[in-house]
């Protein structure tokens, strides 16, 4: 069964720190960009950051650039956000996703895999 699962949420405090991790089980990720989205109820998903394949290119949305940081480790079939400078703001659940071609962007669409979410609760 193809699966992405993520990890790392959790409850922080603003200014605080949390290392997201999505690990793919019954596939490898290495072919595969992968992409994070954050979602609030009642709102839409919004993409945070992006990563091809190779993790040489990177993509972030305009309210986390500075703060977040996306990387890869292929050999443990795993992709990591990096999350500092954390605020209120940044509180919903975290999806990774994976994409069989790096766009840059964060067109639902064009992700095939998708986790079931974690929880970031920053609090004032």
């Known amino acids: 069964q193809l699966q992405l699962v993520e990890s790392g949420g959790g409850l922080v405090q603003s200014g605080g720190s949390l290392r997201l991790s999505c690990r793919a089980s019954?596939?490898?990720?290495?072919?595969?960009?992968i992409g994070w989205f954050r979602q609030v109820p009642g709102k839409e998903r919004e993409g945070v950051s992006c990563?091809?394949?190779?993790?040489?290119?990177?993509n972030y949305g305009d309210s986390v650039k500075g703060r977040f940081t996306i990387s890869r480790d292929n050999t443990k079939n795993t992709v990591y956000l990096q999350m500092n400078s954390l605020e209120p703001e940044d509180t919903a659940v975290y999806y990774c996703?994976?994409?069989?071609?790096?766009?840059?962007?964060?067109?639902?669409?064009?992700?095939?895999?998708w986790g079931q979410g974690t929880q970031v609760t920053v609090s004032s």
């Open positions: 996703a994976a994409s069989t071609y790096y766009s840059g962007n964060f067109l639902r669409w064009t992700y095939k895999y």
């Open positions: 019954g596939f490898t990720l290495d072919s595969y960009a």
């Open positions: 990563i091809s394949s190779s993790g040489g290119r990177t």
